[in-house]
């Protein structure tokens, strides 16, 4: 039985009437298309069950613009109680929707999760189903890969759905792998002009993120451990784009921290050098433990990953280097 099979069981066995796609707080572009494309393969097969994407922690600024140009409905305010089935779509663990998370531990609905990064054992615990790949490049990938179990074709708004999560988890496919240009071709052939749906969603950077990652080069401190140059800094907001300005510089890896709402806020990202000559996965190996370190959660991919708790930020970093240097250390 293929995971496509196994989530139809689920439904039939729980007579589902409502389920709940829910993606995490933010909700980027990988999130939104994976959930509407599994929202429009379920009512192929299920037509009369209600479906519905929650994102109770909002939508980033690029979705927005993604919800303008697509037929895709999202809810802010999902009723979580009322679902017979929930989902989780590219969430590594229900901890990043904040209090809602108590509301879904609490839920007897079976939960589904379908995610790409590496998978969270307290949020696994509860699951019903679990369809995880972390080595997938984007969480578009993996319902495509639902579509071919179910032996289904997308339609041109799912292809393009599929297609623009994809292209924004890869970094317009800078990180993309063989299979997931192969799943892209594929896509295509439904009749997706690559370049018009690409420059569509490409957003102009604002003056906020063009200084913020300024300021994170500015404060940047610089280690290096052994042959990887490593760096460390802190900015107020837009800390992914402040680490990731910081490794296309020439750091082998960066961290960059940051508080919101009193709670810290960490940003990893690493080059491809870096993961293969260390061998250490960003979200498994510093994510995770750096996590449970602050009494919040982290997690991730090998190459991109992130931290969110209850901390300073000087100690954070420092706890942060010690774990790098550590690994570095083991795995040399």
């Known amino acids: 039985m293929n995971d496509f099979q196994k989530l139809i069981q689920v439904l039939d066995q729980t007579d589902a009437a409502f389920v709940l796609l829910l993606c995490h707080r933010s909700a980027d572009a ?21 479906t519905e994407i929650g994102c109770p922690q909002g939508v980033n600024k690029p979705s927005k613009v993604l919800l303008e140009h697509m037929p895709i409905t999202v809810n802010l305010k999902p009723n979580i109680e009322s679902a017979d089935v929930i989902m989780l779509l590219d969430l590594n663990t229900i901890d990043q929707l904040d ?13 589904i999760i379908i995610d790409h990064h590496y998978p969270n054992l307290q949020t696994t615990e509860i699951c019903k189903l679990c369809v995880i790949d972390d080595k997938a490049a984007a969480n578009c990938e993996i319902v495509y890969r639902l579509y071919v179990q179910a032996k289904e074709k997308p339609d041109l708004n799912e292809a393009k759905a ?8 890869t970094r317009h496919f800078a990180l993309a792998s063989s299979v997931t240009l192969q799943i892209i071709g594929k896509l295509v052939t439904a009749g997706i002009d690559a370049q018009e749906t690409l420059a569509t969603f490409a957003l102009p950077i604002d003056t906020s993120e063009r200084l913020a990652k300024l300021k994170a080069c500015k404060r940047a401190k610089i280690i290096r451990v052994n042959e990887w140059i490593i760096a460390l800094s802190h900015v107020s907001a837009y800390q992914a784009s402040g680490a990731k300005s910081l490794v296309d510089l020439g750091a082998h890896m960066s961290a960059v921290a ?23 996965n960003l979200g498994k ?37 010690m774990l790098l240097k550590k690994q570095i250390t083991k795995k040399a």
């Open 30 to 50: 990988d999130a939104i298309c994976s959930a509407y494309a599994l929202q429009c393969l379920l009512k192929r097969f299920k037509p009369d069950v209600v």
């Open 99 to 111: 209090e809602v998370a108590d509301i879904i531990r609490k839920s007897k609905a079976p939960k």
């Open 162 to 169: 599929l297609f623009i999560g994809i292209a924004f988890d």
């Open 258 to 280: 940051g508080m919101k709402n009193g709670k810290i806020e960490i940003s990893l990202r690493s080059s491809r050098q870096f993961v293969e000559g260390t061998s250490i």
């Open 285 to 321: 190996d510093i994510a995770a433990p750096l996590g449970e370190w602050l009494q919040g959660v982290g997690g991730g991919h090998a190459m991109a990953a992130g931290v969110s708790g209850t901390g300073e930020i000087e100690p954070t970093l420092k706890q942060c280097l």
